[in-house]
């Protein structure tokens, strides 16, 4: 009896440290999700954002302004806000670390011309 206890414990505590690990951004495949505010699939990745709430839901948007339209509308606690790198799509940034621009040589997907940058350098060629 106490063996199926202790194992029981086991199995519990081994769950439950499963789910304090790190939040991280979650990759997705062209065309699979649609945008939470607009509905759109999202089909560019460059500008692929999302969000997680402290409840664990995640919303995932195909253009920063969709994200700020979202948050705006909607009371929601939020964890972490990630936003794909306009130069490399296979990589997520930390939104309070990435730098925003705004440009007309940008075309995002509801046209308001937003890109997330590593660097400054890498934003440069977007300048005006």
């Known amino acids: ?29 062209v065309g ?9 699939s999202i089909v560019d990745m460059r500008f692929h ?10 919303y995932h948007f195909d253009a920063i302004e969709c994200m700020e339209q979202f948050q705006k509308q909607n009371d929601i606690k939020i964890k972490e806000v990630w936003v794909t790198n306009y130069l490399n ?7 309070n670390e ?15 011309g937003l890109a997330a940058f590593k660097t400054h350098e890498d934003t440069i060629h977007f300048q005006k």
């Open 1 to 29: 009896m106490q063996f199926k206890s202790l194992t029981l414990i086991c199995i519990f505590l081994t769950v439950a440290l499963v789910g304090c690990g790190d939040v991280r951004p979650e990759p997705l495949t």
């Open 32 to 40: 699979e999700v649609k945008c939470s505010h607009c509905s759109m």
């Open 49 to 58: 954002t999302q969000f997680i709430t402290y409840k664990g839901k995640r």
């Open 89 to 95: 799509t296979k990589e997520f940034i930390p939104k």
């Open 98 to 112: 990435a730098i925003i621009i705004h440009s007309d040589k940008i075309r995002s997907p509801m046209g308001a």
